[in-house]
């Protein structure tokens, strides 16, 4: 018997989180603020992945983005005494987008782009930053397909993903538009739960 080979998986997937206010207003004004900067700075991107091969605007418009809804979670770690985070993820994909085979240079040079929006939204990044403390804007590269790297500046894929329901949800809400959700089955006599 034989298999069709399954593709593999090339979108990125991307959590934006805010719980302070910054430059762009309050997190959620922020957040929605932020949006369509994100989309811009990935198209830019991607353009650049994609020059020479495809010097026309096809590869500009070619990205998918699909955002989850916006959720609110208590924070994690950090002080106590912080607000609630309001967060959402993006993930990425589209035939341009495809083409290219994710690698370390290009999965860091996009980091950069996120930190330089992150600036731009008020966050001042500092050695002395509280760790998990309050942000104005935290833009979290989660994966790009399959990719692993492991450096100071990225770790694919994230490291805590398995641990943040403020990613985990969202994912699942976008997931779940693509590939349908599953359906719970009525509690079975043979199975506990």
């Known amino acids: 018997?034989?298999?069709?080979?399954?593709?593999?998986?090339?979108?990125?997937?991307?959590?934006?989180?805010?719980?302070?206010?910054?430059?762009?207003?309050?997190?959620?004004?922020?957040?929605?603020?932020?949006?369509?900067?994100?989309?811009?700075?990935?198209?830019?991107?991607?353009?650049?992945?994609?020059?020479?091969?495809?010097?026309?605007?096809?590869?500009?418009?070619?990205?998918?983005?699909?955002?989850?809804?916006?959720?609110?979670?208590?924070?994690?770690?950090?002080?106590?005494?912080?607000?609630?985070?309001?967060?959402?993820?993006?993930v990425v994909n589209g035939d341009c987008f495809s083409s290219v085979k994710p690698n370390k240079k290009a999965a860091i040079d996009l980091m950069k782009r996120f930190l330089e929006l992150e600036t731009y939204a008020g966050r001042k990044r500092k050695k002395t930053e509280l760790f998990w403390g309050p942000r104005s804007l935290d833009i979290d590269f989660i994966s790009w397909g399959e990719l692993q790297i492991n450096t100071e500046t990225l770790i694919l894929p994230h490291p805590r993903l398995s641990v943040r329901n403020f990613v985990l949800l969202p994912l699942i809400e976008i997931l779940s538009k693509t590939q349908g959700k599953p359906r719970r089955l009525k509690p079975q006599n043979i199975w506990p739960e």
Do not use: C, H
């Open 1 to 90: 018997m034989t298999y069709a080979k399954a593709e593999k998986e090339l979108k990125l997937v991307i959590s934006i989180g805010a719980n302070i206010p910054g430059k762009l207003g309050d997190p959620l004004s922020t957040i929605s603020a932020i949006r369509p900067l994100i989309e811009e700075s990935i198209r830019e991107w991607n353009v650049l992945l994609n020059y020479p091969k495809q010097q026309n605007k096809n590869s500009y418009n070619s990205l998918s983005f699909q955002w989850a809804p916006l959720f609110e979670s208590n924070p994690l770690g950090g002080p106590s005494d912080q607000p609630n985070f309001i967060n959402t993820v993006l």
